[in-house]
């Protein structure tokens, strides 16, 4: 009884930790879950952009692309030689679309952040933002990120995929293992620090100097929100074909 004390103790403490917030979110319940609405409301509306953008670029596709054809397709093409680069030539065909899609919702959530007056629709707490500048959003792309090399390994080298955890000797085996939760957690940091640090400068820069200084930094926001989506879907185009290699 007295050693099981301590370890409840200590479970009770995580559990009061794990509920700890900051500042003030807006909530739906939905059943008996508890949903955070204000990631949830601007992650549909990057969604709904992106839908928008494909139906109406694709409703009436010519041999000769013309207009928002043309502007897709030259997407489309950028996005195959970032995959194509990190994955090689006879692997990266499957990954395109999923490349495309984290490349292409974190471009458009981190823009939205700069571009889109949020912050004037009032909710009953908290306020809207860009769905990257929430640790939620970035945590759960790192980790599709970490089931889609997972999963990319096991499919084109079968169990010989775990020898890479004791190559090139099986002393690095502890740190071989940690490097696969560094990779997740460097993500999930990278984009939303960055994303936060931007967003809290201009606001910053907004309530002291609101006419001039900010137009430029937030033209900085813009290019730097870019280099990150593509940080981030190089990067995980790259650990995909890592997790490939060594298959013949």
């Known amino acids: 009884m007295d050693i099981e004390q301590p370890s409840i103790n200590v479970i009770n403490s995580l559990y009061q930790i794990s509920g700890v917030e900051v500042g003030q979110h807006f909530y739906l319940q939905i059943g ?3 949903v955070h609405a204000q990631v949830l409301i601007t992650s549909w509306v990057v969604i709904a952009i992106l839908l928008g953008l ?3 670029a694709t409703r009436d596709l010519q041999t000769v692309p ?3 054809q043309n502007f897709i397709e030259y997407v489309l093409e950028f996005i195959r030689d970032l995959t194509r680069t990190q994955i090689g030539e006879e692997e990266y065909r499957p990954w395109v679309p999923f490349i495309g899609t984290m490349f292409l919702f974190i471009f458009v959530s981190n823009w939205s952040g700069a571009l889109f007056p949020w912050r004037i629709i009032q909710l009953p707490h908290g306020e809207l933002a860009a769905p990257t500048n929430d640790i939620n959003t970035t945590v759960a792309l790192a980790l599709l990120t970490s089931v889609a090399y997972f999963y990319a390994g096991l499919h084109k080298r079968g169990l010989s995929y775990f020898g890479k955890y ?3 000797t099986p002393v690095l085996l502890p740190i ?3 490097e696969d939760f560094t990779k997740p957690l460097s993500l999930s940091f990278r984009l939303f620090g960055n994303i936060l640090a931007d967003e809290l400068v201009v606001a ?8 001039v200084v900010p137009i430029p930094m937030m033209f900085l926001g813009l290019f730097t929100s870019a280099i990150q989506a593509l940080i981030f879907a190089t990067l995980a185009a790259a650990y995909i074909g890592e997790s ?3 298959h013949h």
């Open 166 to 168: 004791i190559q090139p």
């Open 66 to 68: 013309t207009g928002s």
């Open 54 to 56: 494909s139906i109406v």
């Open 176 to 178: 071989n293992i940690l």
């Open 244 to 246: 490939m290699e060594g």
């Open 32 to 34: 008996n879950f508890q």
């Open 204 to 211: 910053v820069l907004i309530s002291l100097v609101p006419l």
